[in-house]
């Protein structure tokens, strides 16, 4: 069983940034990674980080976010700058361990001036 618990959220002005935290119990865990879902929309995949270091982006989120891992600590970061209103979601910790899902309970982004 893995649990993962998210921190880091919060409200930031438009143009500002956040830093997000995953803490994952259990080891064998391979893939980590960040979905956001806004209100009225599906979630969706932000990034992702292999135990090889492998990072993978949504598009949009290309060059602004950074993902990273730390492994002994069994941690994922996201840092977020630029950030903008339509990125306002619960931001949702994900990982995958011997071929299961997982995932935390979400932390809320808001963006807003």
């Known amino acids: 069983q893995v649990q993962l618990v998210e921190s880091g959220g919060g409200l930031v002005q438009p143009g500002g940034s956040l830093r997000l935290s995953c803490a994952a119990s259990?080891?064998?865990?391979?893939?980590m990674g960040w979905y956001r879902q806004a209100p009225g929309k599906q979630r969706e995949f932000v990034a992702a980080?292999?135990?090889?270091?492998?990072?993978n982006y949504l598009d949009s989120v290309k060059g602004r976010f950074t993902i990273s891992r730390d492994s002994a600590k069994n941690t994922v970061y996201l840092q977020m700058n630029s950030l903008t209103p339509e990125e306002t979601a619960a931001y949702y910790c994900?990982?995958?361990?011997?071929?299961?899902?997982?995932w935390g309970q979400g932390t809320q982004v808001t963006v807003s001036s």
């Open positions: 994900h990982a995958v361990r011997i071929g299961r899902n997982y």
């Open positions: 259990g080891n064998s865990i391979n893939a």
């Open positions: 980080i292999t135990t090889g270091g492998t990072t």
